[in-house]
């Protein structure tokens, strides 16, 4: 069974640096990995997709990679800003049911 | 246009109570899910719907009931609401590996 986890639980960072938020998982015969933004009392809001013959998506400031072999995925965030802070949900495809199974999040806080 | 709507986006009701949340997508496509969302924030799929069938049913109590009318919509019904019930619930529909979420519903039992 698909498990999903996720390190740091909540990073605190100042403006303009650089972070990464990790995930791994338990099962490598994933379909793809998405990173997904949560923000207080909002819904789901999917940042990037990377299907499982890729090996990274960039969108913006926003790069993930994913290495299946190891069942690590990143997201890596560049010159991060105050607009940046919510929570980091990523979250695999797997099963013959082409379930998402998420890791717990990591809370990120870009100080000002 | 939203292509998962959800109804209503917020409930407040009495335990003991039956309710009903309503998920219905424009997309055409053919899986159906329904997530929640604890107070701890963990996401953690409920059931899944291929073509009105069943094809997950994860450990939920036997209060909660799916039910698929047409490939389109997937609502929740939950029998004698409990405290432990509060959660924000995340309807999602996927074509292609692709799953598209409905904005949430969040459901307080007081």
């Known amino acids: 069974k698909q498990e999903v986890t996720q390190i740091p639980a909540a990073l605190s960072v100042p403006e303009g640096e650089n972070l990464v938020l990790n995930c791994s998982f338990t099962?490598?015969?994933?379909?793809?990995l998405q990173w997904f933004r949560q923000d207080p009392g909002k819904g789901l809001t999917s940042l990037l997709l990377?299907?499982?013959?890729?090996r990274e998506q960039t969108s913006g400031r926003l790069n993930a990679s994913l290495d299946k072999s190891s069942g690590r995925s990143t997201l890596y965030i560049a010159a991060s800003q105050p607009g940046d802070s919510a929570t980091y949900l990523c979250?695999?495809?797997?099963?013959?049911?082409?379930?998402?199974?998420f890791g717990s999040g990591t809370q990120l806080t870009v100080l000002p | 246009d939203t292509a998962v709507s959800q109804t209503p986006k917020y409930l407040v009701t009495q335990m003991g109570n039956d309710k009903s949340i309503k998920c219905e997508q424009n997309?055409?496509?053919?899986?159906m899910y329904w997530y929640k969302q604890d107070s701890k924030k963990f996401l953690k799929i409920m059931f899944s719907?291929?073509?009105?069938?069943?094809?997950i049913n994860e450990t939920v109590p036997n209060r909660f009931s799916p039910k698929s009318p047409d490939k389109a919509h997937l609502n929740l019904h939950i029998n004698s609401l409990e405290l432990g019930d509060s959660a924000v619930y995340f309807c999602?529909?996927?074509?292609?590996?692709?799953?598209?979420f409905g904005e949430g519903s969040w459901l307080t039992v007081v």
């Open positions: 099962d490598s015969a994933i379909y793809n």
């Open positions: 999602a529909s996927s074509y292609r590996n692709t799953i598209y």
């Open positions: 990377i299907q499982s013959s890729q």
């Open positions: 997309l055409g496509h053919d899986t």
């Open positions: 719907y291929n073509n009105k069938e069943l094809i």
């Open positions: 979250a695999g495809l797997s099963g013959s049911a082409r379930q998402l199974t």
